[in-house]
C-alpha cells in the first residue's frame, strides 16, 4: 500500500500497489481468470474504443469486401442520377459485406491489438504511424 497526497491539508487515499512495485492492482475482488491479481490490459479511452478502432475496423472492411465496392461504383458511374433504383442489388450486397465484417468479435479485437501496437510504438518515439511510414519509405 502507498499513501499519496498532492497537497498537505487534502485527505489522503490509499492507493494499492503489487507489492514488487510493478503497477497498480487491479480491483479489490481479484483480477481477470488465470491473471494476477495485480495483472491490468492496457486500457482504452472512450474515444479509441468508440471512434479510432472502429474506424481501422471501416478501413479493413472495405479491404475484405472491395470486389463488392467496386462493383457498387461501377454501377452508380453508369447510372449516374438513376443510381438509387439501378444499384440496389449492389447496395445491398456491399452493405450486407460490410455489417457482417463490423460484427465480427475477432475483426474488432485484431484492430485493438493493431491500434494498440501503433499506440505503443507512438508513445516510445512520438512519431505517429503515418510519419513513421513516410519516413520509412523515402529512407529506403
Not at 494499492?16 to 488465470?34: D, N, T, Y
Request: net charge positive; charged share 30%; with cysteine.
Amino acid at each position: 500500500m502507498q499513501i499519496v497526497s498532492s497537497r498537505p491539508q487534502q485527505q489522503l487515499y490509499v492507493r494499492h500497489v503489487h507489492p514488487a512495485g510493478i503497477g497498480p492492482l487491479r480491483s479489490e475482488h481479484g483480477g481477470c481468470r488465470g491473471q494476477p491479481r495485480w495483472y491490468e490490459e492496457p486500457a482504452l479511452r472512450h474515444v479509441e474504443k468508440d471512434v479510432l478502432i472502429p474506424k481501422l475496423m471501416r478501413e479493413k472492411a472495405r479491404q475484405r469486401c472491395s470486389e463488392k465496392v467496386q462493383d457498387f461504383t461501377h454501377c452508380c458511374q453508369e447510372s449516374g442520377f438513376l443510381m438509387v433504383l439501378k444499384c440496389r442489388e449492389e447496395n445491398a450486397a456491399l452493405k450486407g459485406c460490410l455489417i457482417s465484417h463490423y460484427k465480427d468479435p475477432h475483426l474488432f479485437e485484431e484492430c485493438k491489438q493493431e491500434y494498440l501496437q501503433e499506440r505503443e510504438e507512438y508513445r516510445k518515439t512520438g512519431i505517429p504511424a503515418k510519419n513513421r511510414r513516410e519516413k520509412i519509405g523515402t529512407s529506403m
